[in-house]
């Protein structure tokens, strides 16, 4: 069992830790990014903003009413019932932690990353707190 | 009744899918509404056949140094461009470097006309190459599997296959992987390359492959390379292979 402290810089320059730690089986930890409750009514607006890569972009959520979602990840209806919180924010943070190869992007990470252009080095998608007002959302979404 | 075309639908919608699950490549035009479908198929109404118009005028237009013009040594077009562009990239013998077409007009421009280069994406290049690249309508993408094409065809799969930018994304993943699948409202086609120059529905006007390709390396948050520089040619080269076989459809039109 490792555990080891990275730093991580959100958009608007704030600089985080984020504590992980790897568990026996080779899976990373993630504890919450911030202090403050998430909002689930501000992970709505954010998960919709197409500025911010939303997630309708690739996934569908049938309750809402929005037009034109996409189909390439899976459905995000019911997903609170499915995953924990916990490995919901590990995936929102960085997919790579679970598939290596998967095309999901990482809304919290700026490790490993390839090229990143000038306007966007050294930022994550989403800040900490966008993160858990996601998460916050998404936890909403019980079969 | 009502059963019976349910049926036919669903069985029409099957083999439509049978069809593009199918192993050869599929055009862009595919993955089109029938609107732009219709805007590329009536050249009175291709909104690209603007600059083609304006490629025939240049071809004549004397150079203001030496006063010669393309038309002077390639009096028809039609005949002496026949199936010219479809033969780029590829390495030139006499220039000792692996270009594209864009590139070997500009080096005719130099060194036969005495003036200076077009600027890669400026309007001028852009209709002369729509123009050239019309005279191989019709005929079949092909790509040289020679010595000299082949590393460059490598280099490309390679750039092709790498994650990049903030979203993390590689071409592949999205145009060898998920082609077929909802973006948002629109299907991913394959990214294929027979229509270029393509005038594209969202930028308004006529652009170059290698503005297709800064456009998505932006799309995903990546820094993109210079236009000419060596990897914009190697996919171009790896692109060609992929798209070898599909008919060419220069000028076309896209989304």
């Given at each position: 069992?490792?555990?080891?402290?990275?730093?991580?810089?959100?958009?608007?320059?704030?600089?985080?830790?984020?504590?992980?730690?790897?568990?026996?089986?080779?899976?990373?930890?993630?504890?919450?990014?911030?202090?403050?409750?998430?909002?689930?009514?501000?992970?709505?607006?954010?998960?919709?903003?197409?500025?911010?890569?939303?997630?309708?972009?690739?996934?569908?959520?049938?309750?809402?009413?929005?037009?034109?979602?996409?189909?390439?990840?899976?459905?995000?209806?019911?997903?609170?019932?499915?995953?924990?919180?916990?490995?919901?924010?590990?995936?929102?943070?960085?997919?790579?932690?679970?598939?290596?190869?998967?095309?999901?992007?990482?809304?919290?990470?700026?490790?490993?990353?390839?090229?990143?252009?000038?306007?966007?080095?050294?930022?994550?998608?989403?800040?900490?707190?966008?993160v858990e007002d996601v998460l916050a959302f998404l936890m909403g979404l019980e079969d | 009744m009502k059963r019976l075309a349910l049926i036919l639908i669903i069985?029409?919608?099957?083999?439509?899918?049978?069809?593009?699950?199918?192993?050869?490549?599929?055009?862009?035009?595919?993955?089109?509404?029938?609107?732009?479908?219709?805007?590329?198929?009536?050249?009175?109404?291709?909104?690209?056949?603007?600059?083609?118009?304006?490629?025939?005028?240049?071809?004549?237009?004397?150079?203001?140094?030496?006063?010669?013009?393309?038309?002077?040594?390639?009096?028809?077009?039609?005949?002496?461009?026949?199936?010219?562009?479809?033969?780029?990239?590829?390495?030139?013998?006499?220039?000792?470097?692996?270009?594209?077409?864009?590139?070997?007009?500009?080096?005719?421009?130099?060194?036969?006309?005495?003036?200076?280069?077009?600027?890669?994406?400026?309007?001028?290049?852009?209709?002369?190459?729509?123009?050239?690249?019309?005279?191989?309508?019709?005929?079949?993408?092909?790509?040289?599997?020679?010595?000299?094409?082949?590393?460059?065809?490598?280099?490309?799969?390679?750039?092709?296959?790498?994650?990049?930018?903030?979203?993390?994304?590689?071409?592949?993943?999205?145009?060898?992987?998920?082609?077929?699948?909802?973006?948002?409202?629109?299907?991913?086609?394959?990214?294929?390359?027979?229509?270029?120059?393509?005038?594209?529905?969202?930028?308004?006007?006529?652009?170059?492959?290698?503005?297709?390709?800064?456009?998505?390396?932006?799309?995903?948050?990546?820094?993109?390379?210079?236009?000419?520089?060596?990897?914009?040619?190697?996919?171009?080269?790896?692109?060609?292979?992929?798209?070898?076989?599909?008919?060419?459809?220069?000028?076309?039109?896209?989304?």
């Amino acid at each position: 069992m490792g555990f080891k402290i990275s730093l991580v810089l959100g958009a608007g320059y704030a600089a985080i830790w984020v504590a992980t730690s790897v568990l026996s089986d080779g899976v990373t930890a993630i504890y919450a990014l911030t202090n403050t409750a998430g909002d689930p009514e501000n992970g709505l607006l954010v998960l919709r903003d197409s500025s911010k890569a939303s997630c309708l972009i690739c996934h569908n959520i049938a309750s809402l009413p929005d037009r034109d979602q996409g189909r390439i990840g899976p459905a995000l209806d019911g997903v609170a019932t499915r995953y924990s919180e916990h490995d919901l924010r590990l995936r929102l943070i960085d997919a790579r932690h679970i598939n290596e190869k998967t095309v999901m992007p990482p809304y919290f990470s700026t490790e490993n990353l390839f090229r990143v252009g000038q306007k966007w080095q050294g930022k994550t998608i989403y800040t900490a707190q966008e993160v858990e007002d996601v998460l916050a959302f998404l936890m909403g979404l019980e079969d | 009744m009502k059963r019976l075309a349910l049926i036919l639908i669903i069985c029409a919608a099957h083999a439509h899918a049978q069809t593009l699950a199918g192993s050869g490549p599929i055009s862009g035009y595919d993955f089109m509404e029938p609107t732009t479908q219709q805007l590329q198929d009536d050249d009175f109404i291709n909104p690209a056949f603007f600059l083609v118009d304006r490629g025939l005028a240049l071809w004549d237009q004397p150079s203001p140094t030496n006063s010669k013009s393309c038309g002077n040594c390639h009096q028809d077009i039609e005949t002496d461009m026949y199936d010219v562009s479809r033969q780029y990239p590829k390495y030139d013998t006499k220039l000792s470097k692996f270009i594209n077409l864009e590139m070997k007009i500009n080096s005719e421009i130099v060194n036969k006309l005495d003036a200076s280069p077009l600027a890669p994406g400026s309007e001028d290049l852009l209709a002369l190459t729509s123009l050239i690249g019309l005279q191989s309508r019709g005929l079949p993408m092909a790509s040289a599997s020679n010595a000299e094409t082949q590393p460059w065809i490598e280099r490309g799969n390679t750039i092709y296959k790498t994650k990049r930018g903030q979203l993390n994304l590689s071409c592949a993943d999205c145009h060898q992987d998920h082609w077929g699948d909802r973006l948002r409202g629109d299907t991913i086609s394959q990214g294929q390359i027979n229509a270029f120059p393509i005038f594209r529905l969202i930028w308004g006007e006529v652009g170059s492959l290698q503005r297709m390709f800064t456009w998505c390396m932006n799309a995903v948050r990546s820094e993109p390379y210079n236009n000419d520089s060596d990897e914009y040619l190697a996919l171009e080269a790896f692109l060609t292979k992929r798209a070898q076989g599909l008919t060419i459809e220069t000028p076309g039109v896209r989304r």
